[in-house]
Structures are given as structure tokens and as C-alpha cells.
């Protein structure tokens, strides 16, 4: 295919793995409540999300240079063809971080352990993996998923609200940077930049969804499961609503791409 290029395959790997680490990233609150260390766990969380952020703004002047070498004739399609095949990418991400979680609620629960022993030092608890010992015990981690990871959630223990927010929320942060991107190509010349720019808004207010009310409700749940308030199935179905609907997500991204992008071109007129 001719819109596959060595660029959009460095992309891609690169969108692969923030997007795996991303959604590993709502094991760490399965394995805070399993060592008893929520704290720690919270930290762990938070530096797995800042790394992700951080990543999404690398992502920005990687795909707008598919842009710039994109051919004049038919370009718009083109472009549009080639950041559709990136949404896939982020869908496909999800699935091996799905497939990978109950391998990483194994190894979290160890770095959070190490973590606290080191005394909140993520580069010392990273470099003291960094030898056969720690790379043995890190492969004896590795779990098959299993029906058995389910048993006990149903359709009661499923947060339906939060499912729906999170769906809204993964969908809008997956096609910011793109949407905003592809919008520049559908404006004026003029207005080229404050589209480009636009994307920091989108994901702005996905981040104030997700802190508002997401975030906050996972953290008091964990707590009532350390403290045997509540049930661990709800922490369990909690994740298991976080990481589908962050998949969800994804496949609503590749219908709201083009509505998003002529959106973001009429707001950057606009304004």
C-alpha cells in the first residue's frame, strides 16, 4: 500500500507502545490494593500517565511531518487514510495492553513493593531489575489471561456511567492531536497555526473529564478495597470497564475524525 511509508511505521511503533503503556497503566491500582500500598501505587500510576502525556506531544510533530510529505494530488484523502491507519494502531495498542494485564498487575505489584523499599526512587527501583536475577523474576510474572480474572463481575458490579465518560474521553484524546492536524489542511493558510494549536484545548478537556470524574472515583474505591469497605470484584470490574471502554474508545475515534477536524477548522476561523 502506498500510504504505508517508513515514517508511518515509526509512528505507529511509537503510538503502539504509549498506548499499551497507557492502558497497563489501570493495573496499578489492582496491584496497590493486592500489596496493601495505595500510595505507592498512585505515584506509580501518575508517572505511567505523565510518560504517556509527555509522549502524546512527541506524537504532534511526527505526524505533522506525514503531512508535509504527503503527494500534492489528492492530498487530503491521503492524509486522511494514513492517520486512520494510526486510530487502528492505538485500537491494536489497547488490545495487547488487554492481553498483557494480568502479566503487568504481577510485575506492578512487585515494583510497587521495590518502590516503596526504595523510598519512592523510580530510577533506583528500575535499575536494580536491570540484572538476570530481576529479568528472571520479571518473565516468572507472565500470566495468560484467563476467564478466571472474571469470575465474580457482572453487569451490577460494571460502573455503566463511567464507561460511557471514559468512552467519550479515550475517543476525544486518541484523535486531538490528528483531528487538529488534518484540520489545519482544511483552513486558510492564516488559520493553519491556530488549528495546529487547538489540539492542546481537546485534549485539555479530556484530561478535566478524566481528572473530574475518573480518576477520583478509582482512588476512594481502591482505598475502600485496602481497607475492606468494599468487595475487590468492584476494583476488579472498575479496570476491566476502564480498559474496554478505553478500546471503545478508540473505534468511536474513527467516527468522530473528520466531524472533529471540521470542527476544529470552524473554531479556528472563529476565534
Known amino acids: 500500500m502506498e500510504y504505508i511509508t517508513n515514517k508511518i511505521v515509526v509512528v505507529a511503533i511509537f503510538?503502539?507502545?504509549?498506548?499499551?503503556?497507557?492502558t497497563l497503566a489501570y493495573s496499578t491500582r489492582i496491584s496497590g490494593a493486592r500489596v496493601k500500598l495505595i500510595a505507592t501505587a498512585l505515584s506509580l500510576f501518575s508517572t505511567l500517565v505523565i510518560v504517556s502525556r509527555f509522549s502524546t506531544m512527541i506524537q504532534q510533530p511526527l505526524t505533522a511531518k506525514l503531512i508535509a510529505e504527503a503527494p500534492d494530488s489528492n492530498k487530503l484523502n491521503f492524509i486522511e487514510d494514513q492517520y486512520r491507519i494510526l486510530i487502528g494502531v492505538t485500537s491494536v495498542g489497547v488490545l495487547l495492553g488487554i492481553m498483557l494485564f494480568p502479566t503487568f498487575i504481577n510485575i506492578f505489584s512487585r515494583a510497587i513493593i521495590q518502590l516503596s523499599n526504595?523510598?519512592?526512587?523510580?530510577?533506583?527501583?528500575?535499575?536494580?531489575?536491570?540484572?538476570?536475577?530481576?529479568?528472571?523474576?520479571?518473565?516468572?510474572?507472565?500470566?495468560?489471561?484467563?476467564?478466571?480474572?472474571?469470575?465474580?463481575?457482572?453487569?451490577?458490579?460494571?460502573?455503566?456511567?463511567?464507561?460511557?465518560?471514559?468512552?467519550?474521553?479515550?475517543?476525544?484524546?486518541?484523535?486531538?492531536?490528528?483531528?487538529?492536524?488534518?484540520?489545519?489542511?482544511?483552513?486558510?493558510?492564516?488559520?493553519?497555526?491556530?488549528?495546529?494549536?487547538?489540539?492542546?484545548?481537546?485534549?485539555?478537556?479530556?484530561?478535566?473529564?478524566?481528572?473530574?470524574?475518573?480518576?477520583?472515583?478509582?482512588?476512594?474505591?481502591?482505598?475502600?478495597?485496602?481497607?475492606?469497605?468494599?468487595?475487590?470484584?468492584?476494583?476488579?470490574?472498575?479496570?476491566?470497564?476502564?480498559?474496554?471502554?478505553?478500546?471503545?474508545?478508540?473505534?468511536?475515534?474513527?467516527?468522530?475524525f473528520i466531524p472533529a477536524a471540521y470542527y476544529v477548522a470552524w473554531f479556528a476561523e472563529w476565534i
Open 15 to 22: 503510538i503502539l507502545i504509549v498506548t499499551m503503556i497507557e
Open 118 to 256: 526504595e523510598r519512592g526512587s523510580i530510577i533506583s527501583t528500575i535499575g536494580k531489575q536491570l540484572n538476570p536475577t530481576g529479568m528472571k523474576k520479571i518473565i516468572s510474572c507472565f500470566r495468560v489471561p484467563k476467564l478466571k480474572f472474571l469470575q465474580g463481575i457482572t453487569f451490577k458490579t460494571i460502573p455503566k456511567r463511567l464507561f460511557v465518560v471514559n468512552v467519550i474521553v479515550s475517543a476525544v484524546f486518541t484523535i486531538g492531536v490528528l483531528s487538529s492536524l488534518y484540520a489545519s489542511m482544511l483552513v486558510p493558510e492564516d488559520y493553519a497555526q491556530a488549528a495546529l494549536m487547538s489540539s492542546g484545548v481537546i485534549n485539555g478537556i479530556a484530561t478535566i473529564l478524566l481528572t473530574l470524574f475518573i480518576d477520583p472515583k478509582a482512588s476512594v474505591l481502591a482505598d475502600r478495597v485496602v481497607k475492606n469497605q468494599c468487595d475487590y470484584v468492584y476494583l476488579k470490574s472498575y479496570s476491566l470497564t476502564m480498559i474496554s471502554s478505553k478500546f471503545v474508545g478508540t473505534i468511536v475515534a474513527q467516527l468522530l
